[in-house]
């Protein structure tokens, strides 16, 4: 417990919820660190009632706060006082209220309170954000017969305590200026080895482009490949350098816990409870494992992706929060391993809308080579023994995420010309089937990575140069997919050879007889059934 002189030069105890005790019941100055976990609907409650007698012209007046510290102690009934008779209520003068529901953040066993706010507040504090609560402590049974007090909280001030971006210092600005932004690629996630590619895209993920209106500026990516490849460790990386950020496995957790669902408090009261990636509204979600996630679960993540808001519609809950929230995921093959001679949609559970939401797509590969597997080794012996230290570490690396941040790069029209000429002619080329779709979203994502690329350099208007690393940064990605791209073509893709053309590509490497027939039968069935035969 701390104490501390308030603005009013009243002594107050700041208390975390695990150190509340009954003797703090009734005491005005308590002072609560606390989250907001859910809230309920605006309720009225009675702050006065006057009571008329029907046969005599006696008349009795219960007010709050006047008569009493508690608008729960107003009594509902009243006899006459002169004829003993049943008062009927003359006038009700009613106030509002919404119950909360206060937890804490980052403990094992969180402990949670129901709070209720009152007047004019009840609208300003959401699900999600960091209060200093100042008020009343209650306790009280719920039914006559209970050996048990249910407690609350009565909260008369509140302060927003949401941490705030740790910035760093005119000097250390300087110095982020002036260095190399590959080193600053190359203190992403130091303790895995290569992947340079990919730890772009996730810094630049981190990093994000402008919102407008009617545009967001997260960027989404998905990692997709072989288990075993450090994808997770990745994904937990990101959790480290973005201070508003959660990593959830898909496997273990529900649409409610994730996104958001209703929960019945001690007393009935059905409540709105944000999930994980509700909260971290204003920084990133990990979701590792997202194609185990239930498939009713999973299609949350389309209107957070794109809308960025997460609607609940339940009996007695109507409620719409701002989820801006950049999504990185992670998914493994149904089998052990990815096989590039399948499409994306037969290698993992994923459906195409939701493929279509994320701007990064990258396909990781675990290619046996026993001078990479050796290199590999010995990075993870170096890293063990404390050898690798990277030129940022992860204080750093959050204060240039957040100073870059604090960045709006400005697009110009010559640049825009150089990003609309690519996205058209990635748009004219012809993939395979069940392909990723390129459509207006890839050329809004190329936009943000452009502005994701100008912050690295912390500029504040988007060059050429910008526009090129970014077209590069999507081209790669699309290639670990074996899409084809403007400019070149991908050896891995047959799309629209005639069969003949084919054929000569199967067999122009030396393979086995089944192994050409399953090729010919899987890729495109040329063959009818008495050839089969």
């Not at 019945?264 to 979701?287: E, F, M, Q, W, Y």
């Not at 052990?336 to 037969?346: A, G």
Request: net charge negative; proline share 4%; glycine share 6%.
């Amino acid at each position: 417990m701390t104490s501390f002189v308030d603005k009013d030069g009243e002594t107050c105890n700041l208390l975390k919820l695990a150190e509340l005790k009954p003797l703090h019941e009734k005491d005005p100055n308590i002072l609560l660190q606390t989250i907001v976990a859910g809230q309920a609907e605006i309720e009225h409650y009675a702050a006065m009632i006057i009571y008329k007698c029907p046969n005599c012209t006696h008349d009795k007046t219960y007010d709050y706060p006047g008569d009493f510290e508690d608008w729960r102690d107003i009594p509902q009934k009243h006899r006459c006082d002169v004829c003993n008779l049943d008062c009927f209520q003359l006038q009700v003068t009613k106030g509002q209220l919404r119950k909360v529901l206060m937890t804490e953040q980052g403990e094992t066993n969180p402990i949670h309170l129901t709070g209720f706010v009152y007047g004019d507040n009840i609208t300003k504090i959401q699900p999600g954000t960091k209060l200093n609560l100042r008020g009343v402590l209650r306790s009280r049974k719920k039914n006559a017969k209970d050996m048990t007090y249910q407690r609350f909280f009565d909260i008369t001030q509140y302060n927003f305590t949401d941490d705030k971006p740790i910035i760093p210092t005119e000097d250390e600005i300087q110095g982020f200026k002036e260095m190399d932004k590959t080193e600053v690629i190359r203190s992403f996630a130091p303790h895995i080895r290569n992947m340079f590619l990919i730890k772009e895209g996730l810094l630049l993920t981190c990093l994000g482009g402008v919102e407008t209106d009617n545009t967001r500026g997260d960027i989404n990516t998905l990692l997709l490949g072989d288990p075993g490849l450090a994808k997770t460790q990745l994904l937990k990386f990101v959790t480290k350098i973005v201070k508003k950020s959660d990593y959830v496995s898909g496997k273990s957790a529900s649409g409610a816990g994730l996104f958001g669902g209703v929960d019945n408090l001690s007393d009935g009261t059905r409540i709105g409870k944000p999930g994980s990636v509700t909260l971290c509204n204003g920084g990133v979600a990990a979701l590792d494992e997202i194609e185990k996630m239930n498939e009713v679960d999973r299609t949350y993540c389309h209107e957070i992706m794109e809308s960025q808001q997460f609607s609940l519609r339940k009996i007695g809950i109507d409620i719409t929060w701002e989820v801006k929230v950049s999504i990185i995921a992670a998914g493994n093959p149904k089998k052990s391993r990815w096989n590039p001679e399948l499409s994306i949609n037969e290698n993992i559970n994923l459906p195409d809308s939701l493929l279509s939401r994320f701007g990064l797509v990258f396909l990781v590969r675990d290619i046996p080579s026993m001078d990479d597997d050796l290199a590999i080794a010995k990075h993870i012996m170096q890293v063990r023994r404390g050898e690798i230290i990277p030129q940022l570490d992860v204080e750093q690396m959050t204060k240039f995420i957040n100073y870059a941040k604090t960045i709006d790069p400005i697009i110009p029209d010559d640049v825009d010309d150089v990003l609309t000429k690519w996205w058209s002619e990635l748009r004219q080329v012809q993939q395979k089937d069940e392909s990723l779709s390129v459509d207006i979203r890839t050329y809004e994502d190329l936009c943000r990575l452009t502005q994701a690329y100008t912050r690295l350099d912390l500029e504040e208007l988007s060059t050429k140069d910008h526009a090129g690393r970014a077209i590069k940064m999507l081209n790669d990605s699309l290639q670990t997919l074996g899409m084809s791209t403007p400019g070149e073509r991908n050896t891995s893709i047959m799309e629209h050879m005639d069969k003949a053309s084919y054929i000569r590509f199967v067999f122009n490497t030396p393979i086995s007889h089944d192994q050409a027939v399953a090729k010919l039968m899987e890729k495109y069935n040329w063959f009818s059934s008495e050839e089969k035969a």
